[in-house]
C-alpha cells in the first residue's frame, strides 16, 4: 500500500520569510495529493490539492509543486505571518481509495 | 452551514467500558471515515464507508467497530478490546462522485480512558 514520509517533522522561520515542508509518496500510481492544516483543538482543513497532471499550484501565499518522476511534492509559504502556525499534513490517494497522510510538520513562525 | 459534527468534543470513560463517539454530516457526502491522530503519529485510518450498509477496515480496525445504517451518520464504537483507546479521533466525509472532492473534517473528539 501507500506511504507517506513528511519531512521536517517541526520547522521555525521568522515572520516574513518562506516555508517548505516536502513529502514523498511509494505508490506511483497516487494521482492526488492534498495539504491540511490543522490548528490546535480542530480538524484539519484543506489548504491546496494537486492532481498528477499537473506540476504546480498556486493560491496568494501558498503553492504545491509536484515530483512524479521523483515521487515527492512539497507546500511553499511565502511571506510567513503568526496565523501561519500550525500543523500541517501532506497525504495521497489514488482514485478514490482512502487518503494516506504523512505524520504533520508543526511550523512556528516567530514573530 | 453544511459539515460534519462531532460530539462530545471531550470524552472520559474507565478501562473496561465500551464508549460511542457520535459523527453526523450534512453535506450529502457519500464516504465518511474515521481516523485517529496520536502526537507523531499521523492521522490513520480506522474504518470508512463509501455507501450505506457497507464499510471497511482502515489499517488499524482492531478494538474498533462502526455502522453505517443512514447516510448522515457513522458512529464508531471503541470496543474494551481496544488496547490503548486515549487519542483523539477525527471523523471525514467525501463526495464521491467523478473526480476526486476533497476530504472534510470533523472537529473531533478526544476521549481519555483511565
Known amino acids: 500500500g501507500e506511504n507517506v514520509e513528511q519531512h521536517p517533522s517541526t520547522l521555525s522561520v521568522q515572520e516574513g520569510d518562506s516555508a517548505v515542508i516536502k513529502c514523498t509518496y511509494s505508490d506511483s500510481a497516487s494521482n492526488y495529493f492534498p495539504w491540511y492544516k490543522q490548528e490546535l483543538g480542530k480538524g484539519p482543513q484543506l489548504i491546496i490539492d494537486?492532481?498528477?497532471?499537473?506540476g504546480e499550484k498556486k493560491d496568494q501565499r501558498i503553492a504545491v509543486t509536484l515530483n512524479k518522476t521523483a515521487k515527492h511534492f512539497s507546500l511553499h509559504i511565502t511571506e510567513t505571518q503568526p496565523e501561519d502556525s500550525a500543523v500541517y499534513f501532506c497525504?495521497?490517494?489514488?482514485?478514490?481509495?482512502?487518503?494516506?497522510f504523512g505524520k504533520g510538520t508543526r511550523l512556528s513562525v516567530i514573530a | 452551514d453544511g459539515g460534519i459534527t462531532q460530539s462530545p468534543k471531550y470524552l472520559f470513560r474507565k478501562e473496561g467500558q465500551n464508549v460511542t463517539l457520535s459523527c453526523e454530516q450534512n453535506l450529502n457526502h457519500d464516504a465518511m471515515y474515521w481516523y485517529r491522530q496520536d502526537p507523531g503519529q499521523g492521522l490513520r485510518l480506522i474504518y470508512y464507508s463509501q455507501i450505506v450498509n457497507d464499510f471497511q477496515k482502515g489499517d488499524i480496525a482492531e478494538g474498533y467497530s462502526v455502522s453505517r445504517e443512514k447516510k448522515e451518520s457513522f458512529p464508531l464504537t471503541v470496543t474494551s478490546a481496544q488496547k490503548n483507546p486515549t487519542a483523539f479521533y477525527l471523523c471525514?466525509?467525501?463526495?464521491?462522485?467523478?473526480?476526486?472532492?476533497?476530504?472534510?473534517f470533523g472537529n473531533g473528539t478526544r476521549l481519555t480512558v483511565t
Open positions: 494537486i492532481r498528477s497532471n499537473v
Open positions: 471525514a466525509s467525501t463526495g464521491q462522485r467523478g473526480e476526486r472532492s476533497p476530504l472534510h
Open positions: 497525504a495521497a490517494s489514488y482514485r478514490n481509495t482512502p487518503l494516506v
